[in-house]
């Protein structure tokens, strides 16, 4: 089964609302990152948040590690915000197992 | 200035042909990752390597040989490429494997 399970699976918001978006996992996590995929492609990495609460700018991530689960809080949503977020868990130190993504769109 | 640069930007290649994909670090990190992503599905894992070493192979075909001349380097070597090698392929790296990961911009393999 999937190691990740992200929710939702799209968001349309307009400019100036919050989101809030989900991230569940089935393994341990060692590490936990929240990416931002540019409608182009390219990867960011925004977040690494494994256990606790961070923020950065706009963005807060809380990840409780025995429930599994992670969340991004992005506040007063920007068009420029527009893309894919994705959730990825590192179980075993090698590698990274990513979700599916939420696809937000913020309209003007 | 980039810090990991991934070269070619954009590839075209037939079936049956080899290429290999650059991948160059500039951020001092130990460990390097290739990583595969196809049309609407997620990103997967592929290599993982640690001081030039193969700390894990996730891909099943022996088509796929990661190559690392040097600590910031790791490349990827494909051989015998089909249609459903297309693909973006991102290279990442680490300072260490429990650390964060960073990502190239990714290269874009379209296979005839």
């Given at each position: 089964?999937?190691?990740?399970?992200?929710?939702p699976?799209?968001?349309?918001?307009?400019?100036?609302?919050?989101?809030?978006?989900q991230?569940?996992?089935?393994s341990?996590?060692?590490?936990l990152?929240?990416?931002y995929?540019?409608?182009?492609?390219?990867?960011?990495?925004?977040?690494?948040?494994?256990s606790?609460?961070?923020?950065?700018?706009?963005?807060?991530s809380?990840?409780v590690?025995k429930?599994?689960?992670?969340?991004?809080?992005i506040?007063?949503?920007?068009t420029?915000?527009?893309g894919?977020?994705?959730?990825?868990?590192?179980?075993?130190?090698?590698?990274?197992f990513?979700g599916?993504?939420?696809q937000?769109?913020?309209?003007? | 200035?980039p810090k990991?640069?991934?070269?070619?930007?954009y590839l075209?290649?037939?079936?049956g042909?080899?290429?290999?994909?650059?991948?160059?670090q500039?951020?001092?990190?130990?460990?390097?990752?290739?990583?595969?992503?196809?049309?609407?599905?997620p990103?997967e894992?592929m290599?993982?390597y640690?001081?030039?070493?193969l700390?894990?192979?996730?891909?099943?075909?022996?088509?796929?040989?990661?190559?690392?001349?040097?600590?910031?380097?790791?490349?990827?070597?494909?051989t015998?490429?089909?249609?459903?090698?297309?693909?973006?392929?991102?290279?990442a790296?680490?300072?260490?494997t429990?650390y964060?990961?960073?990502?190239?911009?990714?290269?874009?393999?379209t296979?005839?």
């Amino acid at each position: 089964g999937q190691q990740v399970q992200q929710s939702p699976a799209s968001l349309v918001l307009q400019e100036g609302e919050n989101a809030e978006l989900q991230c569940n996992f089935s393994s341990t996590a060692t590490q936990l990152q929240w990416f931002y995929q540019s409608p182009g492609g390219s990867l960011v990495s925004l977040l690494s948040n494994p256990s606790g609460t961070k923020h950065t700018g706009r963005l807060t991530s809380t990840t409780v590690t025995k429930e599994r689960r992670s969340s991004l809080h992005i506040s007063s949503s920007q068009t420029t915000d527009s893309g894919t977020y994705l959730c990825a868990i590192d179980p075993s130190n090698n590698r990274i197992f990513f979700g599916d993504g939420t696809q937000l769109v913020v309209k003007p | 200035d980039p810090k990991i640069i991934q070269k070619p930007k954009y590839l075209v290649a037939v079936t049956g042909s080899e290429k290999i994909l650059i991948c160059e670090q500039y951020l001092g990190h130990n460990a390097m990752y290739w990583y595969r992503q196809s049309a609407k599905k997620p990103l997967e894992f592929m290599f993982s390597y640690s001081y030039q070493k193969l700390m894990d192979n996730q891909t099943a075909s022996s088509r796929f040989q990661p190559q690392s001349s040097k600590k910031n380097h790791l490349d990827l070597q494909i051989t015998a490429l089909k249609p459903d090698d297309s693909a973006t392929y991102f290279c990442a790296s680490s300072q260490g494997t429990f650390y964060e990961q960073y990502f190239g911009p990714g290269t874009r393999l379209t296979v005839l």
